[in-house]
């Protein structure tokens, strides 16, 4: 008995019922079959009824292997063969009395309505019909026996229902379980998934403006310098070194995403400060050896403005500046930086140039659709266009802040 006992073993053999739910049929099938057997009247070939009842014992022991496979077909044999035992036995036996629980019990687990409520009618009405027909329990006995009898029968039936609904209700609730715990897993997965393409978006915008910036400034600078190589070379050393500044600038922030991405833990990638609004000066600064004369006007006070904020703010302004670079070399441009109350505007403006460049193919105004997810983010605003008054471009963002 200890066997049985142990909790290992005692949760081995639920798993082995519930992954081979045909074991209980055959199980059932086999107690049906020896109920049957040691029951009256017994199983031999000696006289007709014995005959009879021995193939409804076989044929109902061997209809409920099958019950979970074909309910409405085994239901049916099985009350068929009762009524040959109804009319081939005159006596009611324990065999039957079984029988008709296990239908009744089957009804419920096995079947969707309207056929649940009919089998189980049917069964309801097969006893019944039984137990007022049958010579038991005492021959010409009176009707209030019968009908004690009858409502016996009646109430055993009825439990054997209500087990089969509870084990239906407990059935359906461990299938709703089951399908919340998948529907949750499927659901963090998607979450998982929205969270990587996020992910992937922030690390390929960042990189567009970080290396869109600047490499052309690098090349901006690059064709400046075959022009003044020859006739300063004070200014031409000035302008290499400001290149390969800016080539490792780039480099170092490159590696930074790099390592953001290869690392699990957010806080163990060593990143360096993200710029903010404070450092638009020395954004400025590094156009100073191109052709480009930009003025930065500055109202408010920039240790105000929260480091998200500030961070959009730059992106923002640097895109700006490399559009302007990009489409039209040799413009002027201005940068207007207003601190309001929780809120700051920016205003990016230049003028036309006459070396005014196509946009490339393939450039699909990516840098404009980032600056505006940007401001949005924040609950903000962008517009981009072009500037009526210089004939050049505009771009004005508003971004706010919450109360701390």
């Known amino acids: 008995m200890k066997l049985f006992t142990n909790p290992a073993t005692r949760n081995r053999l639920r798993v082995v019922w519930q992954e081979n739910p045909w074991v209980a049929d055959l199980f059932l099938a086999v107690f049906s079959f020896v109920l049957g057997a040691i029951s009256r009247p017994s199983l031999s070939f000696a006289t007709p009824e014995q005959t009879a009842y021995g193939i409804v014992v076989s044929g109902c022991s061997i209809a409920l292997v099958y019950r979970r496979l074909h309910p409405r077909l085994v239901l049916a044999i099985v009350g068929i063969l009762l009524v040959v035992h109804l009319l081939a036995v005159r006596e009611l036996t324990v065999f039957a009395a079984a029988v008709c629980m296990m239908a009744a019990y089957t009804t419920q687990t096995r079947l969707l309505p309207p056929w649940r409520w009919t089998f189980a009618i049917a069964v309801y009405a097969g006893a019944s019909a039984a137990v007022l027909t049958s010579p038991t329990p005492v021959p010409d006995s009176d009707w209030t026996v019968r009908l004690v009898t009858v409502a016996s029968a009646t109430a055993l039936i009825t439990v054997a229902i209500l087990a089969g609904i509870v084990r239906r209700n407990q059935k359906m609730r461990y299938e709703d379980a089951l399908e919340r715990a998948a529907f949750l897993e499927a659901r963090q997965e998607v979450e998982r998934r929205l969270v990587a393409v996020e992910e992937r978006t922030r690390i390929a915008r960042e990189m567009h403006d970080v290396l869109g910036y600047s490499l052309n400034v690098i090349a901006v600078q690059a064709e400046g310098v075959r022009y003044v190589i020859r006739t300063d070379l004070q200014r031409a050393d000035q302008i290499l070194a400001d290149i390969g500044r800016l080539s ?139 500037d009526s008054i210089t004939g050049g471009w505009r771009v004005v963002a508003n971004l706010p802040w919450k109360r701390p």
């Open 248 to 386: 490792r600038t780039a480099i170092d922030d490159v590696r930074d995403l790099i390592s953001v991405l290869a690392t699990d833990d957010e806080g163990a990638a060593p990143v360096r400060p993200a710029p903010t609004l404070r450092d638009v000066g020395e954004l400025i600064s590094d156009n100073q050896y191109t052709r480009a004369a930009i003025r930065l006007h500055v109202e408010g006070d920039l240790l105000s403005i929260p480091a998200p904020v500030g961070h959009a703010g730059y992106r923002i302004i640097q895109e700006s500046l490399t559009n302007m670079l990009k489409h039209a070399e040799g413009a002027t441009g201005s940068i207007c930086i207003l601190v309001r109350d929780r809120e700051v505007e920016l205003t990016v403006l230049n003028t036309a140039s006459g070396e005014h460049r196509a946009t490339p193919r393939g450039d699909s105004h990516h840098g404009i659709i980032w600056m505006q997810e940007r401001a949005r983010a924040l609950g903000g605003t962008l517009t981009a266009g072009p």
